[in-house]
T-cell receptor
């Protein structure tokens, strides 16, 4: 099956700093999502981005499907950005098998 | 306010108990999912229902029994669980034809 690798596994930032999170996947995918899991466990949709670039406020994401990676940019980080960021992909065989990466755990210091 | 609601938010149960987790979605979707998130492990897909039929069952032990009575509701019935089943159980929904999934807040289950 598809392998999803996220880096870095852990990241500590000073408030106001920028960061880039990476998601590599081992095969072609139909869909890719980025999620933020807050400290209470809620998974919040950030981007649905099988290809191209999207922006939402301080966050943006780019997926280069031909090179099998996606990047999540966080600018001017805030303490509320803390949590775990997951990349999830759905493979080329279709169906409902969404595969999650292990996540990047982000802590933003005040 | 999320369009996917899970109850209860927290559950502590003994190994001989029977309990059920409930998920309700208000997004008009017709596919629903159960995921398990254990400490330090990626989310694991457990079950998928599409149009109220089970389409995925990822080798989940029979002590977990899903039920999807209609496209808005999904249950996970639990019986004779083990301590290693303690985890965060997440429900999600999507529209068939799109795998953009939306998640509930999760139920944090502790088996004692």
């Amino acid at each position: 099956g598809i392998q999803v690798e996220q880096s870095p596994p852990d990241l500590i930032l000073q408030e106001g700093a920028n960061s880039t999170l990476r998601c590599n996947f081992s095969d072609s995918v139909n869909n890719l999502q980025w999620f933020h899991q807050n400290p209470w466990g809620q998974l919040i949709n950030l981007f649905y981005i099988p290809s191209g670039t999207k922006q939402n406020g301080r966050l943006s994401a780019t997926t280069v499907a031909t090179e099998r990676y996606s990047l999540l940019y966080i600018s001017s980080s805030q303490t509320t950005d803390s949590g775990v960021y997951f990349c999830a992909v759905e493979g080329g065989t279709g169906g409902f098998k969404t595969i999650f990466g292990a996540g990047t755990r982000l802590f933003v210091k005040a | 306010e999320t369009g996917v609601t899970q109850t209860p938010r927290h559950l502590v149960m003994g190994m001989t108990n029977k309990k059920s987790l409930k998920c309700e979605q208000h997004l008009g979707h017709n596919a629903m999912y159960w995921y398990k998130q254990s400490a330090k492990k990626p989310l694991e897909l457990m079950f998928v229902y599409s149009l109220e039929e089970r389409v995925e069952n990822n080798s989940v032990p029979s002590r977990f029994s899903p039920e999807c009575p209609n496209s808005s509701h999904l249950f996970l019935h639990l019986h004779t669980l083990q301590p290693e089943d303690s985890a965060l159980y997440l429900c999600a929904s999507s529209q068939t034809g799109s795998t953009e999934a939306f998640f509930g807040q999760g139920t944090r289950l502790t088996v004692v």
